[in-house]
């Protein structure tokens, strides 16, 4: 099967403006945490408060049986931050630079690319507190950590489509950028990160192998939390 034009124009545009797409995204990060006082320092906390309130309501009021709760729920959280603030930032992306697109001839796709990678930065830093978690509880390093770059990759390019498409969209139809954040909030309940998917009803769990987030992030919680490789069935 060989690669369709279009996605050899993808890559060639990509390569073309590396340099573009890496400004953009550090550019991104600046204002993002410009005038905060700890910086960069909240792409480390946001996630670690996030999994404490989690925790919290999930692991200790409403009694979620997992072990090592805040590890079965950092192993997905992340992924599925980066995943959703990718699509929150790269939804506007476009629009956003529609001023520096009219003085400058460049790909539009170069703007929600760089929206990606500045998240993907973010989802790195923020697997530091993860590791530190599992060192201060003991948990095992699982050798299946060795296998998270093929659903990275996985992740990666998911999001990258959906940042197109949206992007995209939103410039012929601005009601995209508000419809984006209800639509990811009814993602997030509906994707295995809070639960399992063995958590649901078994004659429901049908409905939940529709969303293709599920494969993702099971392949997450599978090499972190499980020391599993995914199998056909998951």
Do not use: C
Request: aromatic share 18%; hydrophobic share 55%.
């Amino acid at each position: 099967m060989r690669p369709s034009p279009q996605m050899g124009a993808l890559f060639r545009d990509t390569y073309r403006y590396r340099e573009l797409i890496w400004a953009l995204a550090l550019k991104e990060l600046r204002v993002r945490y410009k005038r905060s006082v700890l910086g960069f320092l909240w792409a480390l906390l946001n996630p670690a408060l996030l999994m404490l309130v989690l925790t919290l309501v999930f692991g200790t009021i409403m009694r979620f049986s997992a072990p090592h709760y805040s590890i079965f729920l950092l192993s997905v959280l992340l992924p599925w931050t980066f995943f959703s603030q990718s699509l929150a930032y790269s939804v506007e992306s476009i629009v956003g630079n529609g001023e520096l697109l009219k003085k400058v001839r460049v790909a539009r796709l170069v703007f929600p690319i760089a929206a990606v990678v500045s998240n993907i930065i973010n989802f790195l830093l923020a697997m530091i507190p993860l590791a530190l978690l599992i060192l201060v509880t003991r948990f095992p390093f699982h050798w299946t950590w060795l296998y998270l770059p093929i659903p990275m990759m996985g992740l990666f390019l998911f999001t990258l489509g959906a940042a197109f498409f949206f992007a995209a969209v939103n410039v012929y139809y601005r009601d995209v950028s508000h419809i984006i954040q209800v639509l990811l909030s009814a993602w997030f309940y509906f994707s295995p990160v809070i639960y399992s998917v063995d958590f649901m009803p078994a004659k429901y769990q049908w409905l939940f192998h529709l969303n293709p987030m599920l494969y993702v992030l099971n392949g997450f919680r599978l090499g972190i939390y499980y020391g599993q490789l995914p199998s056909l069935q998951s």
